[in-house]
């Protein structure tokens, strides 16, 4: 399966964003998703993840509240909505599929991977 992400940009601390994840090449709802961030100099890291069918979330503790991911089989397409954004939110979003490992929080159990978008919040 291909991954693109969109919806990136420049935003004010207290901003949304929402963030898309197109997909191609395979049956969409096979995969367990999850969206990743990188900022600079650090690890990638767990931003969120989603059941093959959108009945589950799972969430890191620092955007719980403020960030919402979701699905829509039909376009084949995942979603992370973004509200009232920190500056340490910067970083490049990353969405990943995985094949039957369920919803995990580990970059390593993910198969497939977008190419990244940048979101940048400012003070």
């Known amino acids: 399966v291909q991954l693109a992400e969109s919806g990136g940009g420049l935003v004010q601390t207290g901003g949304s964003l929402r963030l898309s994840c197109a997909a191609s090449g395979g049956p969409f709802t096979n995969y367990f998703m999850g969206w990743f961030r990188q900022a600079p100099g650090k690890e990638r890291e767990f931003v969120a993840s989603?059941?093959?069918?959108?009945?589950?979330?799972y969430y890191t503790d620092s955007v719980k509240g403020r960030f919402t991911i979701s699905r829509d089989n039909a376009k084949n397409t995942m979603y992370l909505q973004m509200n009232s954004l920190k500056p340490e939110d910067t970083a490049v979003y990353y969405c990943?599929?995985?094949?039957?490992?369920?919803?995990?929080?580990?970059?390593?159990?993910?198969?497939?991977w977008g190419q990244g978008t940048q979101v940048t919040v400012s003070s």
């Open positions: 990943a599929a995985n094949l039957g490992r369920s919803m995990s929080s580990a970059k390593g159990d993910y198969d497939y």
């Open positions: 989603i059941s093959r069918y959108g009945s589950t979330t």
